[in-house]
């Protein structure tokens, strides 16, 4: 697939929120959409962006000067598993590369909740590296409990 992946860009949100509201099993809630596409406007942003225009986005936030955020993907549905999420995953390592950023965490939901499609994006996540930390069902409810997920950025010696 022709596929390029820009970024990081600021300024996204309209792109990115036509991306979310494409994708009503994982982003329903009108509220987080909101507010994703508020933080999308002044975080750093990835886009996956085919001969059709963006497809796919990421986009990052720095919790600390250790820590980074994974802190929303999102991926056309007609797009999915054809490596889009690994490619906008990998240009997003390589820009944390050049900080002192050595982890990279994600907020998911956890696999006490039955949704199979997030047992498909746990899997995803699972397969780039990511090992699950903690569940915490206080973050977003009990009804939606959160997985969070890191993985480390360090390089081998």
């Known amino acids: ?13 309209a792109v990115c929120e ?3 509201r494409a994708l009503p099993d994982y982003f329903g809630i009108e509220e987080a959409i909101v507010h994703y596409a508020e933080d999308i406007h002044v975080l750093p942003t990835f886009l996956a962006v085919t001969r059709q225009g963006p497809v796919g986005f990421l986009t990052l936030k720095q919790n ?11 991926v056309l549905k007609e797009y ?6 690994r490619a906008l995953l990998e240009r997003a390592e ?5 900080s002192s950023t050595e982890y990279l965490m994600v907020k998911t939901l956890a696999s006490s ?13 699972l ?3 990511f090992r699950p930390l ?12 959160c997985l969070i997920m890191v993985k480390s950025l360090a390089k081998s010696i």
């Open 80 to 85: 999915h598993f054809m490596g889009l999420g």
């Open 1 to 13: 697939m022709d596929c390029r992946i820009d970024g990081p860009l600021f300024g996204q949100s």
């Open 18 to 20: 036509s991306i979310l």
């Open 94 to 98: 390589l820009f944390l590369s050049d």
């Open 64 to 74: 600390n000067k250790y820590t980074a955020e994974l802190h929303v993907l999102g």
């Open 127 to 129: 397969s780039a590296g």
């Open 113 to 125: 909740h039955p949704d199979p499609n997030y047992a498909r994006t746990r899997k995803f996540y």
């Open 134 to 145: 903690d569940e915490y069902p206080q973050i977003w409810g009990e009804r939606n409990p």
